[in-house]
């Protein structure tokens, strides 16, 4: 194995910054155990002309949610002729916009719910649907602004101008029908699926607190569900990767509605750069088929030196 020199992205100033500099950290420390030069850039204003002087063989893109998530930084690494991990500017515009997802895999017969968006003032003349519904921002990630508001009055009975939530973050929310049951993801590597997990919060849903606190929730992996809805997450989620172009490593989230079986599989997005902290499902789903993590990193590096070009598709 050739010694390359990898420039990993991290950090940035999304609202996933953390998350995102544990990521970094954890394939910086991976690709030096196998031997690569490493150049770690924490992202701010002036990232091009950190590139510019470590010109690095590729870029590990680690960065979670905008700009390093939603075609930003793609453009600007294909501006430069670098090449880099994960998936390419138009993937990566439709895949953070869960509109622009819905209206890229609805039509090829991947099963989302419905949704509609909304001004979040309008939240406080009445509900744009009959509870329990899902308000969430439509270019976040990791569970960001996700508000379920139920008949018990969850952020607020009606929700006012006063009351906590990303009504008064996010001008505009995306409205979808909530989805009773259980909460199922899939990674995909290379095209192929790696596995099903259910997530379990010990309290709650599977917010952002959830997902990168340890102890907060339960990781069943493999899951224990039927074998008809295992096979359903993998071929959708592989669907759902190849119809949007991703490159190297995607997930994609899922909630089963157990009472319905298969027509209650419901897929909500697909992430292209999915988490690679301790705690990540990536990472899990790969240790479970006997792929260590610095493995992981590896393909998913190398998925990108050998990428058609720089850009990636859709």
């Not at 976040?140 to 008064?168: C, H, L, R």
């Not at 079986?261 to 479970?288: C, I, K, W, Y």
């Amino acid at each position: 194995m050739s010694q390359l020199h990898v420039a990993v992205l991290m950090g940035g100033w999304s609202a996933e910054r953390e998350v995102s500099l544990m990521s970094g950290t954890g394939i910086a420390e991976a690709l030096e155990s196998r031997g690569h030069r490493v150049t770690r850039i924490d992202m701010g204003r002036d990232v091009a002309a950190k590139l510019t002087e470590a010109a690095p063989d590729v870029v590990f893109n680690a960065l979670h949610g905008t700009p390093g998530e939603d075609g930003t930084v793609q453009g600007m690494l294909d501006l430069m002729g670098l090449k880099y991990t994960h998936s390419g500017l138009v993937t990566s515009v439709i895949a953070i916009d869960k509109v622009l997802t819905k209206q890229a895999l609805v039509p090829h017969g991947i099963p989302m719910p419905g949704g509609r968006i909304v001004k979040s003032a309008s939240l406080y003349e009445g509900d744009p649907l009959t509870r329990p519904y899902v308000l969430k921002p439509v270019n976040e990630g990791s569970s960001v602004g996700v508000a379920i508001v139920t008949d018990s009055g969850n952020y607020g009975n009606p929700i006012a101008p006063g009351a906590a939530g990303p009504w008064q973050e996010f001008d505009e929310l995306l409205a979808e029908p909530f989805v009773r049951g259980r909460e199922l993801t899939t990674a995909v590597l290379g095209g192929e699926a790696l596995g099903v997990t259910e997530l379990k919060p010990k309290s709650g849903f599977y917010d952002y607190e959830s997902k990168y606190t340890e102890g907060l929730t339960e990781h069943v992996c493999p899951a224990d569900i039927p074998d008809e809805i295992a096979e359903a997450c993998k071929a959708i989620a592989v669907e759902s990767h190849r119809l949007l172009g991703c490159r190297g490593a995607s997930r994609s989230d899922f909630r089963w509605d157990d009472e319905r079986g298969v027509d209650g599989l419901f897929l909500l997005e697909v992430n292209t750069q999915p988490g690679m902290t301790p705690l990540s499902l990536v990472p899990e789903q790969a240790r479970h088929i006997g792929m260590s993590y610095a493995e992981l990193v590896q393909r998913i590096v190398d998925d990108a030196l050998v990428g058609s070009d720089t850009g990636g598709g859709a």
